[in-house]
């Protein structure tokens, strides 16, 4: 178990390194620069000597009058201590402040939509397999749920339950009119709005998860021990008990993998809404090529998928009785 | 021979797979004649704006009165091109570190495992929001570089541990004995024993690379130039389509992803039926 860990931890760690580095390197690396761009956006400037000195303020309020090196030190630094620099659109407002403004939206969410897909989906999926029925019915409309763009469920629950029978407004995530607080009505009417966009996650997951279930559970009960019991006369339900409890732990290495793809699903999803999320941010910076910004989103997202895989990876060790006791283990 | 007629004969009595399979040609189908049919091109103004769909535009038009039928076979094509290119890239990839890791074991197994970790840990939409948002020209085909660079982890994971087992059998001991050369056994011995399930992981990376091109579009980081069926919800979405009840420019380009998409796992779970005799219904 130890080992298991701290195998996982230091590829967490890795993972952690290479994904700053990334975030850190590829806009300095990519052609034209956000000085340049902020330059560009600044209206007519009267010489050319206001210019330089803008520049040169620029530089060195963002950090880059320092070696490249020193800059990767620099930045990792600043990064410890919270500081992601300044939003270019939203200056000089920092880029943390703004992220952390956004973060409790996405995680109200994201959370919710996975841990309930997650649940509903695999005692779904458990049901319905094997039955001859279920499977011809059931199943094509799983499929079929799995494999559409979550913005595109936003944008048909938006039309349908939203526009034509008017239930849930479509855009915000609490009505214009009003302060968030901690009343009921704010609550409520956050709750109004939240609707919609949870379901577009929720539904397209809860596909993944109901046909994945179902497809461990076949290959469990093709299993020998599950003919040795079947032979011994046991009752289904206890085959089929046994079946779940095998069956659910790749089921719990899929929402790590499905954390990752969520990420996808919930920056869509908050586009088509409008919903104030770090996805809606993070477009919001892209359109206005807000460099500080995207690095920013970008890295509260990693840290995020990280935290919960390792969430994950820990829960694990107390469901998986292999790896509890394991000596070594292969740890995969 | 016997085996492959085997195959065939349950391919197609596989209903899920045939379905799957008319659906997919039909819309590559229409991708490819799609545009020499359309009367207008994609992105002129071809008539009134916001019209419902009628017999001179059978899709509608767009808010400012494009053709939404030639923006839709357009983006079709381009859809089935990030499929093919990114999908085929992404199996490549994936294969050939899996392969190579496998086989190897060892320091090179540990190091091409790390790197799979780390790059299936990192969400690719995240990857490929911030190299995306700094290439200044962006073209369906970079996309599709783009998308098959960053989704083939888990295939090279999965090609890892089929490596493994195959590797212990005999026939590949007595091929290692004989002097064959890595790459010659993994192409005449190990790769043919896993060419079904090669197959299936190229249909799922196609289905992926559809998807992953899709949010990409939608956030604002698609083809610079051209359309794609994910810039057409995009600009829906930004010009409010659907309070404004046009419904037919974003409903219809979803609707044939999720049908593209969703033939493409039939396809997959008809295959898994066809080779994997346990799976067959009963």
């Known amino acids: 178990m130890g080992k298991y860990l701290r195998r996982k931890i230091l590829i967490y760690l890795i993972t952690f390194f290479v994904a700053v580095t990334l975030d850190w390197f590829i806009p300095r690396m990519m052609p034209g620069n956000p000085i340049d761009s902020i330059l560009a956006r600044v209206a007519k400037m009267p010489s050319q000597e206001q210019v330089q000195i803008l520049r040169s303020h620029l530089m060195k309020s963002f950090g880059m009058d320092v070696p490249i090196f020193e800059q990767y030190i620099n930045f990792w630094g600043a990064m410890f201590k919270g500081d992601l620099g300044v939003s270019i659109n939203y200056f000089p407002k920092p880029v943390t402040e703004i992220i952390k403004d956004a973060l409790p939206f996405d995680l109200l969410l994201t959370v919710p939509a996975l841990l309930l897909s997650w649940v509903i989906g695999n005692k779904f999926g458990a049901f319905a397999a094997r039955k001859k029925r279920m499977d011809n019915w059931v199943l094509p409309i799983w499929y079929i749920i799995s494999a559409m763009p979550y913005l595109w469920l936003g944008i048909l629950l938006s039309w349908t339950l939203g526009v034509n029978m008017d239930l849930f407004p479509v855009a915000g995530a609490y009505s214009f009119s009003r302060e968030p607080s901690f009343s009921w009505e704010f609550i409520i009417d956050y709750l109004h709005h939240w609707v919609l966009p949870f379901l577009s996650l929720f539904i397209v997951q809860l596909g993944g998860w109901a046909i994945g279930m179902r497809n461990m559970i076949i290959y469990e009960l093709e299993a020998d021990y599950s003919r040795y019991m079947e032979t011994m006369g046991m009752p289904q339900k206890l085959i089929r008990r046994y079946a779940y409890k095998n069956a659910i732990l790749p089921q ?50 990693i840290i995020g998928v990280l935290l919960a895989n390792f969430a994950i990876d820990i829960i694990y060790v107390f469901i998986d009785p292999r790896v509890r006791h394991s000596v070594g283990g292969d740890g995969a | ?181 890595t790459l010659k056994i993994i192409m005449q011995e190990i790769a043919p024993n896993m060419m079904s399930y090669v197959f299936m992981v190229f ?70 039926e066809v080779f994997n005799p346990k799976l067959r219904e009963m």
């Open chain 2, 1 to 181: 021979m016997k085996k492959k007629n085997e195959f065939l004969y349950f391919a197609f009595r596989n209903k899920k797979l045939v379905i799957g399979f008319v659906i997919f040609v039909f819309f590559l189908v229409l991708a490819i004649i799609g545009p020499f049919i359309t009367r207008y091109e994609p992105l002129d103004y071809a008539g009134m704006g916001s019209e419902s769909p009628n017999f001179e535009h059978i899709f509608g038009t767009t808010f400012f009165g494009q053709d939404v039928f030639s923006q839709f076979v357009y983006g079709l094509r381009a859809s089935f091109i990030v499929g093919f290119m990114g999908g085929g890239i992404a199996t490549l990839v994936g294969l050939l570190v899996g392969f190579f890791a496998g086989y190897k074991g060892g320091f090179w197994d540990e190091m091409l495992m790390m790197l799979t970790n780390v790059m299936m840990v990192i969400p690719t939409v995240a990857l490929l929001i911030i190299l995306a948002a700094y290439l200044p020209y962006r073209g369906v085909e970079i996309q599709s570089v783009i998308i098959g660079m960053t989704a083939w982890p888990w295939t090279a994971r999965a090609v890892r541990s089929q490596t493994f087992s195959l590797k212990q059998r005999e026939y590949v001991s007595l091929a290692r004995i004989s002097g064959f050369s």
């Open chain 1, 252 to 301: 719990v290495t899929g929402l790590a993998i499905q954390v990752g793809l969520l990420v996808t699903g919930a920056l869509t999803t908050e586009i088509v809404f409008s919903y104030p999320g770090i996805g809606y941010l993070l477009n919001q910076a892209i359109l206005r090529q807000d460099y500080f910004l995207v690095q920013g989103c970008f890295l509260f997202i």
């Open chain 2, 203 to 272: 249909i799922l990376q196609f289905g992926g690379s559809i998807l992953a091109a899709v949010a990409l579009d939608f956030i604002g980081l698609g083809p610079t130039e051209g359309i794609s069926l994910g810039l057409m919800m995009q600009n829906a979405v930004h010009w409010n389509a659907i309070q404004l009840g046009i419904w037919w420019w974003s409903i219809l380009p979803g609707l044939a992803i999720t049908m593209i998409v969703g033939a493409l796992y039939f396809m997959n779970t008809g295959l898994d």
